[in-house]
């Protein structure tokens, strides 16, 4: 091969490369009403839905109660209307295209209540049976059915994780709740989670040290299989991480991302389910303890814990398929 064609060669491969890298963007959107972090998010039908949340004005923490819409078309955002009581650090109920959210704190006490969203307002339905540990749990909907994991009673309690797993499940006008085998790792809250071929995957989160009265990070990954009831351990994370985030991107992979290790961070994984093992995946577009939710062809990632005692209005997406690169 002669110098020209070496150098022609070398121009083309560097021009693929920076073509691949400028496509994997995250494209910024209007921001958030207001910096939020902790709130509930998920979609109704073609839209992004967020509610309640918490931020931070001079040193106070506020516990918000706005449940508002983002139109991915008009690219706006709507208020829609107000939670009976202000709410954060509940668990996203997103069945049947549906959203809703149950349990979290309203910044005095976990709150027994499911909550779910017809479009207009939001209906709470008190459910007296609900564990006590509804804060910074795990879980998510296997079928008709949610999980609820871990978690504690009080965002400030971190002393007080635990390894409870339930079910609940809408029976008419009621909603039932059972006990499952308990989490086979040590009390934790703020892990990611997700669902994948009718398994709960649960990564990370914090841990309770007695010994040294202080939160650990942890690495600890499970899944538990709701229909035969048991857990099993899958690859551990490579990092310990607190408040990170998942999203399934399609029937066996999970993009893990944020939260914070020694610092807030934009590191992410891919987790592949039928191989047991992670990647290094795109980084988020800012470092915090993000929200992600898929969309219509596109991951979303809105708002946060970006800093202590502070909260963030940031508002990106891309397309999955560049995650999946």
């Not at 969203?117 to 709470?124: E, I, L, Y």
């Not at 994948?196 to 309770?208: A, K, M, P, Q, S």
């Not at 010994?211 to 499970?222: D, F, I, K, L």
């Not at 990170?244 to 934009?266: K, M, P, R, S």
Request: glycine share 10%; with cysteine.
């Amino acid at each position: 091969m002669n110098e020209r064609l070496i150098q022609m060669t070398k121009r083309l491969l560097l021009n693929c490369v920076l073509l691949s890298t400028a496509h994997a963007e995250w494209e910024a959107l209007p921001s958030l009403p207001e910096p939020s972090g902790g709130f509930l998010w998920g979609t109704q039908g073609s839209k992004l839905i967020i509610a309640g949340g918490t931020n931070w004005t001079d040193g106070t923490k506020n516990w918000l109660k706005a449940v508002r819409a983002y139109d991915p078309t008009m690219k706006n955002w709507v208020k829609v209307t107000d939670l009976a009581t202000s709410v954060g650090y509940g668990l996203v109920m997103q069945r049947s295209g549906v959203f809703g959210f149950v349990g979290g704190s309203d910044g005095k006490q976990a709150l027994a209540v499911v909550n779910e969203f017809d479009g207009q307002k939001m209906d709470a339905k008190a459910v007296p049976v609900l564990p006590a540990s509804l804060v910074l749990a795990a879980g998510g909907m296997v079928g008709d059915t949610m999980i609820i994991s871990g978690g504690t009673d009080d965002a400030a309690n971190v002393a007080g994780v635990r390894r409870m797993t339930c079910s609940l499940k809408r029976e008419g006008d009621h909603w039932s709740v059972a006990h499952l085998a308990d989490y086979p790792g040590k009390g934790f809250a703020t892990a990611a989670s997700a669902v994948v071929g009718g398994e709960l995957f649960v990564f990370g989160g914090l841990n309770w040290n007695e010994s040294s009265q202080a939160v650990e990070n942890t690495t600890a990954a499970y899944a538990l299989d709701p229909a035969k009831n048991t857990w099993r351990a899958i690859r551990s994370l490579t990092t310990p991480v607190r408040g990170v985030t998942a999203v399934t991107l399609d029937d066996h992979q999970i993009y893990i991302a944020g939260g914070y290790t020694d610092d807030f961070t934009t590191d992410a994984v891919i987790y592949d389910v039928k191989i047991d093992s992670y990647r290094k995946a795109l980084p988020l577009p800012y470092a915090a303890m993000v929200a992600l939710v898929k969309l219509d062809g596109f991951v979303y990632c809105l708002g946060g814990e970006d800093k202590m005692k502070s909260r963030t209005d940031k508002f990106f997406r891309i397309p999955v398929a560049e995650l999946l690169k």
